[in-house]
């Protein structure tokens, strides 16, 4: 399964990326419950996606970094390990892999 999850950003301004935009004071108003909102919500289509077995692997593009990816890992039950990319892209969009490690 290959999916855009589409700005998978936590609300924590990244040191080495200021994404102000996706704060709670930014533009977009992003927050925390926003945040694990969005991350519920990507979990259960993977979890959905296989019907009665799940997928083994999941490609992932728009994901701001490896604590995005771990906290999916764990809304998904940690069935899942991941490998992110941390792209050189300016805009700090990463992809990342999970795969199901049971």
């Known amino acids: 399964m290959w999916w855009n999850v589409e700005n998978l950003f936590h609300p924590d301004i990244d040191s080495q990326n200021p994404d102000r935009e996706f704060t709670p004071e ?3 108003r992003w927050t925390y419950s926003r945040y694990r909102t969005k991350l519920a919500h990507i979990a259960q289509v993977v979890a959905n996606a ?3 077995q799940r997928i083994d692997i999941v490609g992932l593009c728009e994901v701001e970094d490896s604590a995005c990816v771990a906290d ?4 998904l039950g940690n069935d899942y390990q991941a490998v992110h990319y941390d792209s050189p892209d300016p805009r700090g969009i990463d992809v990342a892999l999970l795969y199901r490690s049971t």
């Open 72 to 75: 999916l890992c764990r809304a």
């Open 26 to 28: 930014g533009m977009r």
């Open 50 to 52: 296989g019907g009665w």
